[in-house]
């Protein structure tokens, strides 16, 4: 069974770039046949897909954040990375990384457990 | 692109039934496949509900899904509510880009 876990500083601040990784244990992130996303979650409020990179290379970004967004990973550590650049209050949230399949719209069956970034002024 | 919407929040007592709607705002309802996540306070988000209907390994059967034409949304119900139901619940699609579309959420309080 797949764990995720979300790592990084718990502040920013505004106008730096949040930099985070997700370490993945129990399965290759090299595998193929899956998509790992960096999902986000403001205060109270509902989920935002940031983006997803697929084994291969093959990556896309929610076209609100494409401008500032950079997800990458690291096969020999097993790591996926979320950049984020210029960040305001505005991107305060939880941060989550899910995997899911290459399968036709298939669901995230893999969260990790999140984490709170907070930017200050 | 399109939006899901979905109720803010829907109540029940113990034991009773609630139905969650997600509305597709455009295209077809069908053409791309529904999920449905619950998360608890404090908690990450897990499906309850795949592929539109399908319920995957230890869901209860108490939960399920369906999707209607007619009026262009998709339905997560929940029978014989229990308090342990009480969480906030999240649809989602993708677009023709493969990129993931989330529901507003709904919150789910047993009375």
């Known amino acids: 069974q797949v764990q995720l876990q979300e790592s990084g500083p718990g502040l920013v601040k505004s106008s730096q770039t949040l930099s985070l990784t997700c370490n993945v244990a129990g399965g290759s992130i090299n595998s193929a046949g899956y998509y790992w996303s960096w999902i986000r979650q403001h205060p109270g409020k509902g989920l935002e897909w940031i983006g997803f990179i697929y084994y291969g290379g093959l990556i896309s970004y929610n076209p609100s954040l494409e401008s500032r967004v950079t997800i990458s990973v690291d096969t020999s550590q097993n790591h996926l990375f979320l950049k984020l650049t210029s960040v305001t209050a505005a991107d305060t949230a939880v941060y989550y990384c899910?995997?899911?399949?290459?399968?036709?719209?298939?669901?995230?069956?893999?969260w990790g457990q999140g984490i709170l970034v907070t930017v200050s002024s | 692109n399109f939006m899901l919407t979905q109720p803010h929040s829907v109540s029940g007592s113990p034991g009773k039934t609630v139905t969650i709607s997600c509305t597709r705002s455009s295209g077809s309802i069908a053409t791309n496949y529904v999920h449905w996540y619950q998360q608890r306070p404090g908690s990450s988000p897990t499906i309850v509900i795949s592929e539109d209907d399908q319920r995957p390994s230890g869901v209860p059967d108490r939960f399920s899904g369906s999707i209607d034409s007619s009026s262009n949304s998709a339905s997560l119900t929940i029978s014989g509510l229990k308090t342990e139901d009480e969480a906030d619940f999240y649809c989602?699609?993708?677009?023709?880009?493969?990129?993931?579309?989330f529901g507003g959420g709904t919150k789910v309080t047993v009375l």
């Open positions: 989602q699609s993708y677009d023709t880009n493969n990129h993931v579309i």
């Open positions: 899910a995997r899911r399949t290459e399968l036709y719209n298939s669901p995230f069956d893999s």
